[in-house]
């Protein structure tokens, strides 16, 4: 089969974005973005929007599921899933190719293992036996039934953990029968470890900066909670504890920063989990075009 959709992956900091943005103005496409955060409006500096990114010599790439939803609401792998495809769709029709950019594992690997996902209908007796159950006996359940989980959010919340319980269970098998088979080809991008360091602490250094402080502050005065802010981990979580004064500014940016660094690890293991199950990435030095651009003439369009 055809590839049928071009991926531009790697870890946060390595230039995805701006990278994807520009192959997609050089082969008449159009950016779906694979962030499980910048789905939430309002939520800008802290997910690294850079919306500048999308405009290639002065010309605007398109781009999808950014912005789609208000920060009180939950977004999930079965939403992520449903308006992919729509995107996906809408992007064919106009006779452009869709290329997906971001560094969510489990949002990415859901496409290039075309899982097959279904909206809970919730079993009110399964709840309610699962109910009994306490945090730590549901967790490992969980994780029985979804060893490669990666939203570690789930794990915070009974109620979340319970739900994440019964749609694991309702898609025991989720490796066939997606609307539409997706041949992926994909692009990685690599950069040393050092690197990625430097690369991320100076762009968080920017970010505490240019208003990121006054960002969240904001979502708490309209009325975004402590806890929906924890569950965002990362920047909102750490800013809400200073916010709320339960970290001193130097103690919330070194444990940011650490945060950060162990994060950008966690998906680079993710990547190398997802060629050991049959995922064939195509790694290039960094942001680099004329690497991927070769890749891309080479293999997509042969």
Known sequence: MRYNLIAVIGPTAAGKTFLGASLAHKFNGEIISADSRQVYRGMDIGTGKDLSDYVIDGNKIPYHLIDVIDPREEFNLFVFNKLFYEAFDEINSRSKIPFLVGGTGLYLQSIFKNYSLNSVEFNKERFSELDTLDKQELVEI?????????????????????????????????????????????????????????????????????????????????????????????????????????????????????????????????????????????????????????????????
């Open 142 to 302: 969980l994780m029985k039934s979804n060893p490669a989980l990666h939203n570690t959010t789930d794990l915070l919340v009974k109620e979340r953990i319970i739900r994440a319980i019964m749609i694991a269970e309702k898609n025991a098998d989720n490796s066939n029968g997606a609307k539409i088979n997706i041949n992926p080809l994909v692009i990685g991008v690599q950069l040393e470890r050092d690197v990625i360091k430097k690369r991320i602490t100076a762009r968080l250094k920017s970010r505490l900066d240019n208003g990121m402080v006054e960002e969240v502050k904001k979502m708490k005065e309209e009325g975004i909670t402590s806890e929906r802010l924890e569950l965002f981990g990362l920047e909102y979580k750490f800013l809400s504890k200073y916010l709320d004064g339960e970290l001193n500014y130097n103690d919330m940016y070194q444990k940011l920063n650490s945060s950060i660094h162990a994060f950008a690890k966690r998906q680079m293991t993710w990547f190398r989990k997802m060629e050991k199950e049959g995922v064939e990435i195509h790694w290039i030095d960094g942001a680099n075009y004329a690497q991927a651009e070769k890749i891309i003439n080479h293999k997509y369009f042969q």
